[in-house]
């Protein structure tokens, strides 16, 4: 007897995207195959909307914020930088939209915040997924399909929350997401030492040799140099929203680095052999628990 697959049950039928860059257009390309559901999408790149306006799948493309929040939707999904998020949020507030809303920002503190004094039915997502890249050209469905997806519904949202984070772990599930679930603070404190300041000290080295050697040393630099100092050449407008949206995580956070580098420098000044394996044995024992990425 021949099985047939029947397509998926959709939690939501009708999906606005707000966003179509790196995590915005993989989302999109994404749930595409889902034919059972309208997406709707805004952007305001010129070159993004000419480029989303070919997909046939896409039931309404716009450059308006306005338009975007008077669309009959199941689910607002914001895929904008962190301050264009709230921002957006702030409007859907005002505006009482009735839809639920949802977003793939990397803090969830203060996103979470504005929807409740916003009087938005809101949980906050984060797929761990990205590049050194941005844009709707380097996106791709494979770059979110199967990653870890972590949901930071709020503590006292009540049934609606409750309802709305199961449907965003089934939609996210239905990409074959690894779902888990935190709290807000939890998660910007977690992704501030895994996330947000690895990017700052990748920066950071980068920065000592720019200012030591310039672009001269570009052509000498091998495997180690480029590995890690990979993020930092990310989008530094994106990483300034993020760094100061989880500000007083990544204080203390840098706080404990410079402790680390301070106590290498003085075991060097010392040559103090002992003092040095003392400090880099646990951190690379540590360090080699990290299984490679799936």
Known sequence: MVKIKLPPKLPFKRVGLAG???????????????????????????????????VRRFAAVTDDPEVF???????????????????????IGRRGAPYPVTDAGSTKGPITAL???????????HPIAGREVSGYDHSSADLVRGCLFILTPPE???????????????????????????????????????????YLAAAALAGVALKHGGEAVLPWAGSGFRDSTRVGASDPAKWVEIALDNADNLAEDIGAL???????????????????????????AFRKKLKPSP
């Open 20 to 54: 179509l860059g790196l995590i915005g257009g993989s989302l999109a390309k994404a749930l595409l195959p889902f034919g059972g559901m309208e997406l709707r999408v805004f952007d305001r790149d010129p070159q993004t909307l000419a480029a989303a306006r070919k």
């Open 69 to 91: 929040i008077d669309w009959p939707l199941d689910l607002a999904y914001l895929c904008l930088p962190v301050r264009r998020n709230l921002e957006l949020l702030e409007m």
């Open 115 to 125: 929807a409740r004094s916003a009087g938005v039915n809101f949980c906050g997502g």
């Open 156 to 198: 006292e949202g009540g049934p609606a929350a409750e309802e709305l984070t199961a449907k965003l772990r089934a939609l996210h599930e239905l990409l074959d997401c690894r779902v888990r679930v935190m709290p807000a603070a939890a998660h910007d404190r977690l992704y501030g030492l895994v996330s947000h300041l690895p």
């Open 258 to 284: 410079l402790e680390i580098l301070q106590s290498v420098r003085q075991n060097l000044r010392g040559r103090d052999a002992r003092g040095l394996l003392d400090i880099l044995e646990p951190i690379s």
